[in-house]
């Protein structure tokens, strides 16, 4: 059974920083895609960030040159990263650790974790 567990996120004032980890419980070989969604209120859920087992990463526009995704991990614990910096207000949403399996393709979603960007 695959798990995905977040943490990292919280209150932070605009221009901060913060770092979500997502614990992965999956066979590192059995990973196609790993990424971040955020969804604000009101809003429909969003990519964020994503990297493939090639390592190669793509993010947002609104993201982009802010935010650094990446993984790490063996075996059957594999774990990603998002680094957030200068954060905005518009950051402010539920962020999601998103996992698409190679082998069967199951798309697989972990519980999400509050963001907020105030002052």
């Known amino acids: 059974q695959v798990q995905l567990v977040e943490s990292g996120g919280g209150l932070v004032q605009p221009g901060g920083s913060l770092r979500l980890s997502c614990t992965a419980s999956i066979n590192i070989f059995n990973i196609g895609t790993m990424a971040w969604y955020r969804q604000a209120p009101g809003k429909e859920r969003e990519l964020v960030a994503s990297?493939?087992?090639?390592?190669?990463?793509?993010?947002a526009n609104s993201v982009k040159d802010r935010f650094t995704i990446s993984r790490s991990g063996a075996a059957n614990t594999v774990y990603l990263y998002l680094q957030m910096n200068s954060l905005k207000p518009e950051d402010t949403a539920v962020y999601y650790c998103?996992?698409?399996?190679?082998?069967?393709?199951?798309?697989?979603w972990g519980q999400g974790t509050q963001v907020t960007v105030s002052s």
């Open positions: 990297t493939t087992s090639g390592a190669t990463a793509n993010y």
């Open positions: 998103n996992v698409v399996s190679s082998r069967t393709g199951r798309v697989y």
